[in-house]
């Protein structure tokens, strides 16, 4: 029933606690010369076309794509609305491969109708650090959806991946595919309760007035942690040595160094935020925490059209509670007039997510690994891992 993913090297369902399988890649690396050196066929109307994130024109061309026909809800009440200067910075990591960046268009108007991205990293799978490709926004436009585009989609990134000596990826999915490392679940703290339920996005507990609601919700003006301060760029090594800590106890998770750490953590304004604890006494960073800016169009209400969405992306408490860092990342998400702070329950995540009122959200998100068998599935807990 998976015509296309039982032909791939991933963890088959008909495979799971087969114990006699070993941990590791299913396929072994060929020479990249024995690559295939050709791109895969497309339709005959339909052409390729490499996405340069740097030139403007083509950035909002992508944006368009996704902002109408990417992910939405199960009620397709939301639809995630990345920004032009998210992708900007989520596609151009250190070391990124422009190949990697794979669009298609008609070749009559050149309109872009499909995208599929790749981006390095190095990830840690128990005691081995790994290169692969982190694979995301995969988007096949609604007009062109059911007609197998997204398998040839999927084998032409990976030509390109494999023409990198790349031979493994991540992803994440809301659909089950053969066969998730673990499957997460989102939770979410409400900032701005009323225009929540306004759109539909949260419902009105049971004997529960909006009174009641903004009360339960309301947060303190200002943050708490003496020392809580922006992440400067004076502070990346401090902040990797706090990632590398605390990341090492997990069986998946990335293996960041000075420059990773510059790119993805370093705050981006309304694309990703990350706070310090400088001891006011030694001057240490102590505690770190962050989250990205990743919007939602509201489809179909008179009265907004976007949901202001953080995302919990990578947090370590060593002096401060995880809890009072994460208070006080909803503090500033609430200074930012973000509506919703969300989270998954990956890491630590679960010692703070209900003390801190965030609801569990319907809907799941499963984790992947192209080419690299995990013979027992982990649990949220085990995993490290925040993919955008
Ligand atoms: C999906 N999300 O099962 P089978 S997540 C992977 N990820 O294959 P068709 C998916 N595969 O089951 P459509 C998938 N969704 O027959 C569907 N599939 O074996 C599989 N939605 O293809 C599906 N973005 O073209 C089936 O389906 C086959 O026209 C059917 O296109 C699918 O970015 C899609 O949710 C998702 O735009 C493009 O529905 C379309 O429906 C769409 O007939 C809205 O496809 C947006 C959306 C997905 C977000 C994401 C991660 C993608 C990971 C892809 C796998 C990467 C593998 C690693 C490659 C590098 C390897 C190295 C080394
Ligand atoms: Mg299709």
Known sequence: QHRFWETQPVGQFKDAGDTSIPDGPIEQPTPVSAVKQEPYNLPGLYEWTTCDMDDDHTCTEVYTLLSNNYVEDDENMFRFNYSKEFLHWALRPP???????????VKASKKLVAFITGVPARIRVRDEVVRMAEVNFLCVHKKLRS????????????????????WQAAYTAGVVLPTPITTCRYWHRSLNPKKLIDVGFSRLGARMTMSRTIRLYKLPEATMTPGFRKMELRDVPAVTRLLKGYLSQFAVAPDFDDNDVEHWLLPVEDVVDSYVVESPETHEVTDFCSFYTLPSSILNNQN?????????????????????????????????????????????????????????????????????????????????????
Do not use: C
């Open 95 to 105: 070391g990124y491969f422009k190949s990697w960046h794979i669009g298609v268009r």
């Open 147 to 166: 007609k197998r585009l997204a398998p040839v989609m999927i084998k032409e990134v990976t030509r390109r991946v494999h023409l990198e000596n790349i």
């Open 304 to 388: 907004y059209s976007v949901l202001k969405a953080a995302y919990s992306y990578y947090n370590v408490a060593t002096k401060t509670s995880l809890l009072q860092l994460m208070n006080d990342a909803l503090i500033v998400a609430k200074q930012k007039d973000y509506d919703v702070f969300n989270a998954l329950d990956v890491m630590h995540n679960e010692t703070f997510l209900k003390e801190l009122k965030f609801g569990p959200g319907d809907g799941q998100l499963h984790y992947y690994l192209y080419n690299y068998r995990l013979r027992n599935a982990l649990t949220p807990f085990e995993l490290g891992l925040v993919l955008l």
